[in-house]
């Protein structure tokens, strides 16, 4: 592949002649280099964007209820705070959690409705998301990762419809 070359200089034998370093011909080297890295390139795949699906409810004139006894709302604050709750918002209790702590919460809510429709698989737990407008993105990105992560079939994002009973419980504990 490379070449070495070693020339005397054309001097004389009989004189006292300077060691010449060797050179080394790269160019075999280098045409090898842009082959592998062309294979390499035409070969390897490009790594592909990974997105969360979002669903938002679309605005209809139907406003049929969610079914309370499996609908869990978490509410996004500001510092990032959660507050959530089961069932109708009149009738909750609302309840104060870290975003970081959420996925604790989703889980435990998840095994209790379960448990109260006796593990069928057509009840599963629907999780409606929404972000107030101290709420940061992040904190929204992290419940979203969430829902991916532990695997709940049904969770929407709602930011239009605040109940004044989330207004007041966010005012009074400050977020």
Known sequence: MATLEISNGGKAAGRRTKKVAPRVDLTAMVD???????FFMLTTSLSEIKAADIAKPIPTDVNEPYPASRTMTVLLGKNNMAAYYLGETEKATIKLK??????NVI??????????????A????????KPT?????????DVIDEMKILGVKSYSIDDEQISKKEESFFESKGL
């Open 98 to 103: 870290s975003v970081r702590e959420i996925g």
């Open 133 to 141: 407008k101290t709420s940061s993105y992040k904190d929204l990105i």
């Open 122 to 129: 057509n009840k599963f737990m629907i999780v409606i998301i």
């Open 32 to 38: 090898l280099m842009f082959l592998l890295t062309t």
């Open 107 to 120: 889980t435990s809510t998840r095994r209790e409705i379960a448990k109260y429709h006796h593990n069928n």
